[in-house]
């Protein structure tokens, strides 16, 4: 990043427009005392790519404006509960068309925008074919190994369409390896990871991580009702979108 890029919107309630912004401290002992640090709402004025979501879809995803269904609102209150916090394992699953995709996508949003964590969304078959593509290069092994550190060291990883691929022993190897270094990231209160599935857990999961997903510390969430695609109209389309750069004025 430029000294040019260092610049931020006039209206910043944090720097007010300098990009730089010098915390508060009564102790003049404290290290921090009078260095300027990098302000947070800089990071709005870029899209990034290992976000997992494209920045044309970026319009659709202010969950502000969506229809107020009842999975929504589950969706929205459990999202907003793990975002808060910081940490969290959740399993969520139910029919096609109720919104997962749409409000996780949003979540990751939020995510970096809001709460400044650093997030990825990814479908379970995408980041399947780019681990299994480690061994396609010289490394092997240890590409491998450094593609899944990097999955497992995220702080807000989304996981789309879980079960989609798990006709292979491969498939299910990589992901109960993931899994298990996100589930003792959500212990240690130190990721947030989200796996969205048609699919009941047990129907498409190894008994161990169905014991983890059932966990009471954490969060299990079953949604019912009708496609939303069956009633959606363009003309209602088109108004749950907001300014294209909405996205850039959340959390201050």
């Given at each position: 990043?430029?000294?040019?890029?260092?610049?931020?919107?006039?209206?910043?309630?944090?720097?007010?427009?300098?990009?730089?912004?010098?915390?508060?401290?009564?102790?003049?002992?404290?290290?921090?005392?009078?260095?300027?640090?990098?302000?947070?709402?800089?990071?709005?004025?870029?899209?990034?790519?290992?976000?997992?979501?494209?920045?044309?879809?970026?319009?659709?995803?202010?969950?502000?404006?969506?229809?107020?269904?009842?999975?929504?609102?589950?969706?929205?209150?459990?999202?907003?509960?793990?975002?808060?916090?910081?940490?969290?394992?959740?399993?969520?699953?139910?029919?096609?068309?109720?919104?997962?995709?749409?409000?996780?996508?949003?979540?990751?949003?939020?995510?970096?925008?809001?709460?400044?964590?650093?997030?990825?969304?990814?479908?379970?078959?995408?980041?399947?074919?780019?681990?299994?593509?480690?061994?396609?290069?010289?490394?092997?092994?240890?590409?491998?190994?450094?593609?899944?550190?990097?999955?497992?060291?995220?702080?807000?990883?989304?996981?789309?369409?879980?079960?989609?691929?798990?006709?292979?022993?491969?498939?299910?190897?990589?992901?109960?390896?993931?899994?298990?270094?996100?589930?003792?990231?959500?212990?240690?209160?130190?990721?947030?990871?989200?796996?969205?599935?048609?699919?009941?857990?047990?129907?498409?999961?190894?008994?161990?991580?169905?014991?983890?997903?059932?966990?009471?510390?954490?969060?299990?969430?079953?949604?019912?009702?009708?496609?939303?695609?069956?009633?959606?109209?363009?003309?209602?389309a088109s108004i749950l979108e907001d300014e294209p750069d909405w996205w850039q004025k959340i959390g201050g």
């Amino acid at each position: 990043m430029t000294m040019a890029q260092l610049t931020c919107r006039p209206d910043c309630p944090i720097c007010h427009g300098d990009g730089f912004y010098a915390k508060p401290y009564k102790d003049i002992n404290d290290p921090n005392f009078g260095k300027l640090f990098v302000c947070p709402n800089i990071e709005k004025r870029f899209w990034p790519q290992e976000f997992g979501i494209d920045r044309d879809e970026a319009p659709e995803l202010n969950w502000d404006l969506f229809l107020k269904t009842k999975s929504f609102k589950q969706m929205k209150a459990l999202f907003d509960k793990l975002l808060m916090q910081g940490y969290g394992w959740a399993y969520v699953y139910g029919p096609p068309g109720v919104g997962k995709t749409r409000t996780a996508k949003a979540a990751v949003v939020r995510a970096r925008y809001q709460y400044h964590i650093e997030s990825k969304y990814t479908l379970h078959s995408s980041m399947l074919n780019y681990l299994r593509s480690s061994y396609d290069t010289d490394s092997g092994q240890t590409a491998y190994e450094r593609r899944l550190k990097e999955l497992s060291m995220i702080p807000c990883l989304v996981i789309d369409e879980v079960g989609r691929d798990r006709a292979t022993q491969f498939g299910v190897s990589v992901l109960s390896d993931l899994l298990n270094v996100r589930y003792e990231g959500a212990l240690r209160r130190k990721t947030i990871t989200i796996m969205l599935s048609n699919f009941a857990p047990d129907a498409i999961l190894d008994d161990y991580q169905i014991d983890r997903v059932k966990d009471k510390r954490f969060d299990l969430l079953q949604l019912e009702g009708d496609s939303i695609r069956k009633h959606l109209t363009y003309e209602q389309a088109s108004i749950l979108e907001d300014e294209p750069d909405w996205w850039q004025k959340i959390g201050g």
